[in-house]
């Protein structure tokens, strides 16, 4: 949301981000992805903003496929360290798993090879984000909701959200794939680096 909203400005952050050098490039998009992701979800209290999870599947996956390595992980932890500001009363938690999403969002995408040269392998990039969202947000639930009793044990409620979790897993991993291999991967190499940098790479 916030992205395409830039975009209509005709502002585009990851054009600006892809130009960059490597490192600041990483962190940039990184930073860009976290406050995105911040904004949607870091003022909203659980379990609400677990129906806003499709945004965060979807920063992350898109963070896997443009930021190498760890895109996803960098991502998770910056929009976990702006959370946890926002929400004090839910920290560390918030911070532990926006990071643990990030990185087995990380691990699995490359475990399922979900990136091949330039191009998004969609169905194991949604594998990667459904069973990233599936395990990730079963692990919250039982923490928060079974063990800590942080917020109220309602099986009812729970269960809506842990399915509404795992179908907004598919459905962010899905975008991010549509949206990488139709229009950002042009501007990245094969391994997440931009073209330019790619080049200066082989001088």
Do not use: C
């Not at 976290?34 to 898109?62: E, K, R, Y």
């Not at 643990?100 to 990039?125: C, E, I, N, P, Y």
């Not at 997440?192 to 080049?199: N, R, T």
Request: net charge positive; charged share 15%; glycine share 8%.
């Amino acid at each position: 949301m916030a992205y395409l909203a830039l975009i209509s400005l005709k502002y585009d952050p990851l054009r600006t981000a892809s130009l960059m050098p490597s490192n600041t490039r990483r962190i940039a998009i990184a930073s860009i992805f976290g406050v995105v992701i911040f904004l949607i979800q870091g003022f909203i209290p659980p379990p609400n903003s677990d129906f806003l999870i499709v945004f965060q599947t979807f920063f992350l996956a898109l963070s896997f496929l443009t930021v190498r390595p760890f895109g996803a992980t960098y991502v998770g932890v910056i929009s976990g360290l702006l959370i946890s500001v926002a929400k004090p009363m839910y920290f560390p938690l918030d911070l532990v798993f926006a990071s643990l999403f990030g990185l087995v969002m990380d691990g699995l995408g490359t475990a399922f090879r979900a990136k091949q040269g330039s191009d998004a392998r969609l169905v194991r990039l949604v594998s990667a984000s459904t069973i990233a969202t599936a395990l990730v947000g079963f692990s919250a639930y039982y923490l928060t909701a079974v063990v800590t009793h942080i917020v109220p044990n309602d099986v009812g409620l729970d269960l809506t959200v842990l399915i509404f979790g795992i179908a907004s897993g598919a459905v962010g991993g899905y975008l991010a794939g549509k949206i990488w291999n139709r229009d950002l991967r042009v501007r990245f190499g094969n391994d997440g680096y931009s073209k330019d940098e790619k080049q200066s790479q082989k001088i």
